[in-house]
């Protein structure tokens, strides 16, 4: 994995968005896979600031996300197409009906998640994937685990994943208890992949992920399978 250690969370943002620019300027076609949570909010910002400016245009981009709740309506603040929506899709030049987002809201998850797959394939596979990492180690909502999954399916939070998204909800019971989420092999198919970490508290799951070993425990050290790998992490956390 290609590690890029900056100074802080905003070097990380700018680094990101560096990344995604160069990509969309060389590919204004792009299939870019996307995350939510706290980590990626500064790299969608300058990405938006960008756009804004002239300097990448997201007209022809198609985009999907990693995970969202189940059940959860996606009109519903705390749903991740609401976040997307938020965050960068409303802000930026993106045709909205080329921005995928699990239904949280399905009555055959199962189906939906296969259709998900099918759509993916269809598109020609995702040129640049983005990740965030939990402090469990997961990536999207792959959990610690005996196993893990290879392709989008639903799956219920661990306990420390809805303490530690509970924070964005008026109190813990209202976080789902489940999710659908692209697997672990979903990911693995993006031809690059981008992490983004910084702060402290991640330090742990950063260190078992770029320790060179695979532990279903640590899903995200199952990325040390992929070729194109880049780490963008701040310097107190690694
Ligand atoms: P965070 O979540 O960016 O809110 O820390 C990351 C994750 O859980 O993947």
Known sequence: MNVL?????????????????????LNG????GLATGSTPVGMYK????????GVISFKDVTTVNLDEYYPISPENNQSYRYFMNQNLFNDID?????????NGLSSDPDKECKDYEDMIESLGGIDLQVLGIGRNGHIGFNEPGDFLYPMTHKTSLTESTI???SRFFA????????SLTMGIGTILN?????????GKDKKEA???MLSNTIDTKCPATLLSLHKDVTVIVTEDCI
């Not at 700018?14 to 300027?25: E, M, P, V």
């Not at 076609?29 to 870019?32: E, G, H, I, P, R």
């Not at 993006?190 to 910084?198: E, M, P």
């Open 29 to 32: 076609k792009a299939v870019l």
């Open 206 to 208: 950063v260190k078992k």
């Open 46 to 53: 300058e990405l938006v600031k960008r756009n804004k400016e």
């Open 190 to 198: 993006a031809r690059k992949i981008i992490v983004l970490a910084s």
């Open 94 to 102: 993106i045709d909205k009906t080329r921005t995928h987002v699990l």
């Open 171 to 178: 109190s813990i019971d209202d976080v789902p208890r489940y």
């Open 163 to 165: 303490e530690a998204n």
């Open 5 to 25: 250690v900056v100074k802080d969370y905003e070097a990380m943002s700018r680094k990101g968005a560096d990344i995604i620019s160069a990509l969309l300027t």
